[in-house]
């Protein structure tokens, strides 16, 4: 059974920055892609960034240049350095990692941004 087990999340000021981590209990080059997911309230859940097996990132275009997703293959862990951060990026991040017809989650961290 795969397990995503995030950390980093918390309380920060407007301008500030968090690094989150997602740590996968196999290999995170055996999946198609691991990415974040933040889900603010009353919205629905939507991409933040995403690193494919073969390297390819996407952002979504909040985050473009704010954000860096990167990956230890060794640790078998995906990080996401978040900087610049505004009140709008206030929701639950939670890490995913989609192997062909699965996508498996992780239980989620909540980031704070404060005015």
């Known amino acids: 059974q795969v397990q995503l087990v995030e950390s980093g999340g918390g309380l920060v000021q407007a301008g500030g920055s968090l690094r989150l981590s997602c740590a996968t209990s196999?290999?995170?080059?055996?999946?198609?892609?691991v990415g974040w997911y933040r889900q603010a309230p009353g919205k629905q859940r939507v991409l933040v960034a995403r690193?494919?097996?073969?390297?390819?990132?996407t952002y979504a275009d909040s985050v473009k240049g704010r954000f860096t997703i990167s990956r230890d293959n060794a640790k078998n862990t995906v990080y996401l350095q978040m900087n610049s951060l505004k009140p709008e990026d206030t929701a639950v991040y939670s890490c995913?990692?989609?192997?062909?017809?699965?996508?498996?989650w992780g239980q989620g961290t909540q980031v704070t941004v404060s005015s």
């Open positions: 995913n990692a989609n192997s062909f017809s699965l996508n498996y």
């Open positions: 196999r290999s995170i080059l055996s999946f198609n892609a």
């Open positions: 690193i494919t097996s073969a390297g390819t990132i």
